[in-house]
């Protein structure tokens, strides 16, 4: 029950989304992932910064969470605050130490993550869209990390962008989910700042921007015809049905069944761009 627990605190799913984007990212930048083991390092490094990062956001967000997800290990008393706490700084530690392993800007980029991460959790979490950003910003980085373990990032700067676009609309609309709890813990968001509908709009922005330029890599000969068809079909018509559904419903638990399909829907992306290559 204890290490069910402990799974469940660092979100297994995030982090393997995390691996995965490692490797693409590598494979994009160099059309392979070697060497390997600094690929698998990377990826590494990547699951256990994220998993350390969702157990230090939980650490911080327990009232928020007694009201949004009562059920979370911390909440529902399967962990202690302290032991969540500790756990996520071994996790920290860990993952620094295997980025060393990497190359010198491996090891300085998780660095700055780790630092991102703490402020993000103790402090730039009350700041509206900031905050936003700098989970997307942190995302779309994992690319990035791929091509920095193979000593060549420029494959991975388009599936950078479009992560950090995706992750920022999907943020907003978590944050619609989560409106209850943030308010009965005296955060700030978007949607409690600026209202649902803003927050809406905020969302609708970033998808559509992303929606647009998806076809872009296509007409400019990076990607093949069978990106085209997966992105259209796999991403852009779910976007499109996601804010559409919005747009009819903008309640909280919609709003979290919108945030679940679109976590989903980032395989489908990653494959898109896979595909491509």
């Known amino acids: 029950m204890v290490l069910v627990a402990y799974i469940r605190l660092i979100r297994p799913l995030n982090g393997l989304i995390a691996f995965i984007s490692v490797i693409l990212g590598a494979f994009l930048s160099s059309g392979n992932i070697n060497p390997i083991s600094k690929v698998i390092f990377a990826s590494s490094v990547a699951f256990l910064l994220l998993s350390a990062g969702n157990?230090?956001?939980?650490?911080?967000?327990?009232?928020?969470?007694?009201?949004?997800?009562?059920?979370?290990?911390i909440p529902a008393g399967l962990i202690k605050r302290r032991s969540a706490l500790i756990f996520s700084i071994v996790l920290f530690l860990i993952a620094i130490g295997i980025s060393y392993l990497i190359n010198l800007n491996g090891f300085i980029i998780a660095v700055i993550v780790t630092l991102l991460l703490i402020l993000y959790s103790a402090k730039l979490r009350n700041f509206p869209f900031l905050a936003n950003s700098t989970v997307a910003f942190l995302t779309g980085l994992v690319f990035i990390y791929g091509g920095v373990a193979v000593k060549s990032v420029n494959g991975a700067i388009i599936p950078a962008i479009f992560a950090f676009l995706f992750t920022l609309s999907r943020e907003v609309i978590k944050d619609i989910q989560d409106i209850k709890g943030d308010q009965f813990a005296g955060m700030s968001s978007i949607p409690i700042n600026f209202g649902k509908r803003k927050a809406i709009l905020v969302s609708i922005i970033f998808s559509a921007i992303l929606i647009v330029c998806s076809p872009i890599p296509y007409t400019m000969g990076y990607y093949s015809i069978y990106y085209l068809i997966c992105v259209i079909f796999g991403v852009?018509?779910?976007l499109i049905y996601c804010i559409v559904s919005l747009l009819k419903n903008s309640s909280e638990k919609n709003s979290g069944r919108i945030a679940t399909i679109m976590k989903f829907d980032i395989f489908a992306c990653l494959f898109a761009i896979y595909l491509g290559r």
């Open 236 to 238: 852009d018509l779910v």
């Open 55 to 73: 157990a230090l956001n939980d650490y911080y967000d327990v009232l928020t969470d007694k009201m949004n997800k009562p059920s979370r290990p």
